[in-house]
């Protein structure tokens, strides 16, 4: 037994947060690890999780299981959020909620494999390390198209339409509802309508990923993209992180939403991806999305948690905006939106600001804008200039 099994690429990431928590420096910065990071570089538990915990443990009478589609208020309320409660009741929709956004691509990515055994799924080059895996492991193959234009710091359009003249009907597009991971490049409303255009006339499936929900520009204009496409394709899926927006990371708190072409399909969707739920995790876990559920049903927690999270989104376009004035190549990190950019420096000048200046990124430079703040960014600004080429 195991002897046939294959060794596996330790995770890039972890790797890097034990060098950092090595490093002796005091003057170390850390722009590696993907969560938000406040201006004293902690991850706090914001004051409406707080205070909606508070309330959970007094309150709560029974921990007996729900079922596999789990909290449904949960859902219904976040549903309400990204879209609008009209929407919400139509009959070609459903949503269920899943462990994290990651449980809610897995399920789904299940879902598609059953239902449409020959299907690919096309993701963007690059983007989130984990999406490839997730799909392999449903039975889903990956294809890539071009998305990023390191020149420009923007969106490769043409390109990207260029490769998907490849895409078969009933082929999956994955694509980032804002803030890609790892660019910060969001779709224009235009490139919006040109993908939902794309789809509906191809056939192709959207299968949004909206994992950054409100730390772009704000929950409106975040979910706009999402929305819209939704509305013009007759079947898409929208993959739903609160473990950012939020702050939940490790309650691993998600929903997965559906929709059909028709009522009766949605419900053997329904049906069939509460099947796959309960094989997978039979349940998600409740802590978290309750939580999220008390603050979004509460009118006063639900503004206390909009506040946070707007503050949290200005620090990091304050910190976006004073990198971009630094040189003309970082200008394009101003447009940028989310935790994340790519800066134009080689794995080389990665390893060189690691080993001289005690500054951590992934060998792809990317770096969570988070990491920064007023106390260090100058110095991370001051090494990093050396580097860049005019
Ligand atoms: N999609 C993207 C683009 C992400 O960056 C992440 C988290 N890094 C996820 C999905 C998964 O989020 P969760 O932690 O809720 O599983």
Redesign the pocket.
């Known amino acids: 037994i195991f002897s046939a099994l294959r060794p596996q690429q330790p995770d890039a990431l972890l790797a890097l947060i034990a060098m950092h928590r090595a490093d002796q420096r005091g003057e170390k910065i850390d722009v590696g690890v993907?969560v938000y990071r406040d201006r004293s570089g902690l991850t706090p538990v914001m004051r409406a999780v707080k205070m909606a915990e508070t309330r959970l443990v007094a309150q709560q009478s029974s921990k007996s299981y729900l079922g596999s589609d789990g909290d449904i208020r949960f859902t219904q309320l976040l549903g309400e959020l990204i879209f609008s409660a009209q929407s919400v009741d139509d009959d070609r929709r459903f949503g269920l909620q899943t462990?994290?956004?990651?449980?809610?691509?897995r399920v789904g990515a299940a879902l598609l494999t059953r239902a449409m055994p020959d299907a690919r799924v096309w993701v963007s080059q690059p983007?989130?390390p984990?999406?490839a895996p997730i799909f392999a492991e449903a039975g889903m193959a990956t294809l890539t198209h071009p998305y990023f234009d390191a020149k420009t710091g923007g969106i490769a359009f043409d390109l990207m339409l260029t490769a998907l003249d490849e895409a078969r009907a009933g082929d999956v597009v994955l694509l980032?509802g804002c803030c890609?991971?790892p660019t910060g490049t969001q779709f224009s409303v235009e490139q919006w309508q040109a993908l939902a255009a794309l789809c509906s006339l191809r056939g192709l499936i959207p299968f949004i990923?909206l994992?950054?929900h409100g730390l772009g520009d704000d929950l409106a204009p975040d979910g706009a993209g999402a929305r819209m496409m939704m509305e013009a394709v007759p079947a898409a899926l929208l993959?739903y992180?609160?473990?950012?927006n939020f702050a939940l990371?490790r309650d691993?708190?998600?929903a997965l939403f559906v929709q059909a072409p028709s009522a009766p399909l949605a419900e053997m969707a329904r049906a069939n991806t509460l099947a796959l739920a309960r094989s997978l995790w039979s349940m998600p876990p409740d802590h978290g999305a309750a939580v999220v559920r008390m603050i979004l049903d509460d009118p006063a927690l639900r503004k206390d948690w909009r506040s946070e999270l707007e503050r949290m989104r200005t620090r990091l376009n304050r910190m976006r905006t004073a990198l971009a004035a630094a040189h003309p190549l970082l200008a394009p990190i101003a447009r940028q939106r989310g935790l994340f950019s790519r800066l134009p420096i080689d794995p080389q000048t990665v390893e060189a600001l690691r080993d001289h200046h005690g500054i951590y990124m992934p060998a792809d430079g990317r770096i969570n804008v988070a990491g920064l703040n007023d106390a260090n960014i100058g110095r991370f600004i001051e090494g990093l200039l050396p580097h860049l080429e005019e």
């Not at 462990?99 to 691509?105: Q, V």
């Not at 992180?241 to 950012?244: A, E, L, P, R, V």
């Open positions: 993907g462990p994290g956004g990651t449980g809610a691509l983007t989130w984990n999406h980032h890609h991971n990923d994992a950054y993959a992180s609160c473990d950012k990371y691993r708190v998600g």
